[in-house]
């Protein structure tokens, strides 16, 4: 089993920035995709950045390109959002995913979840 507990929330104005950090629990962490989603009120959860388990590669939503980063320190077990120039509409609860080999953009195929961080962006 593989724990996550994402961290780093908070209440930013727009403009600014946060960086959210995932803790895995997984000796094997190396071995896991990571992705962050998110999901505000009333919407379904949306894909935001995933990155491969060496870190090589990484992929993001259109909405969020140019101002999110992800990385991952596999020695930390831990990956990162680093979020830039946020905006209202990033307000939302972020949530990091684990996956098993390769990552995808679809949340209905990761198998470990955490519980989630709340970012809210004040205009």
């Known amino acids: 089993q593989v724990q996550l507990v994402e961290s780093g929330g908070g209440l930013v104005q727009a403009g600014g920035s946060l960086r959210l950090s995932c803790l895995a629990s997984?000796?094997?962490?190396?071995?896991?995709?990571m992705g962050w989603f998110r999901q505000a009120p009333g919407k379904e959860r949306e894909f935001v950045a995933h990155i491969s388990w060496s870190g090589g590669t990484t992929y993001y939503a259109d909405s969020v390109k140019g101002r999110f980063t992800i990385s991952r320190d596999n020695a930390k077990n831990t990956v990162y959002l680093q979020m830039n120039s946020l905006k209202p509409e990033d307000m939302a609860v972020y949530y990091c995913?684990?996956?098993?080999?390769?990552?995808?953009?679809?949340?209905?195929?990761?198998?470990?979840w955490g519980q989630g961080t709340q970012v809210t962006v004040s205009s």
């Open positions: 997984a000796r094997t962490f190396s071995s896991f995709a």
């Open positions: 995913a684990a996956r098993w080999t390769i990552a995808t953009m679809n949340p209905y195929e990761y198998d470990y």
